[in-house]
């Protein structure tokens, strides 16, 4: 997985993603900015990919329950005193104490869950969440 990967990574894929959007468009590299490439050929940034692979799977596994071994590391935050939190749909985050630990598929995906707005949340669908979530993520990239 791709999360919490070095910048310095995540720069050098940025860059195939944005010669690859020249190559797409037969552009040259000082014809177009390679950013506005990727926004019109709806092509997200490499660190917002991660965000949307990790989040699709996320809900497959925690709305869908499949695959079964992934929804079973995913568990509903339920606190044990009525909260204003309690009808958010977040997933609990199970605590970690080391970095690589942090890259955990049940500590990474309720982190990126859970970063995501109520509807986006409790989306009823598979395609509605994909189409919700990736209009959410341009419009993040975009501020």
């Not at 339920?78 to 204003?84: A, I, N, Q, T, V």
């Not at 977040?90 to 955990?104: A, I, R």
């Not at 990126?112 to 509605?128: G, M, Q």
Request: hydrophobic share 40%; net charge positive; with cysteine.
């Amino acid at each position: 997985m791709f999360y919490k990967m070095s910048d310095k990574n995540f720069n050098k894929l940025q860059r195939i993603q944005n010669r690859a959007a020249r190559i797409v468009c037969g552009v040259g590299r000082r014809q177009q900015n390679a950013r506005q490439l990727c926004h019109n050929l709806h092509w997200l940034p490499v660190y917002s990919r991660t965000d949307f692979k990790l989040a699709t799977l996320c809900f497959k596994s925690h709305v869908m329950r499949q695959p079964d071994y992934l929804a079973v590391t995913l568990d509903r935050y339920e606190p044990s005193c009525f909260l204003r939190s309690s009808s958010q749909h977040l997933l609990s985050v199970p605590f970690c104490n080391t970095v690589l630990g942090e890259h955990c598929f049940s500590v990474a995906a309720p982190l990126v869950s859970n970063s995501l707005p109520l509807d986006l949340r409790t989306a009823n669908s598979l395609p509605v969440f994909k189409n919700n979530l990736k209009t959410f993520l341009f419009r993040r990239d975009i501020k």
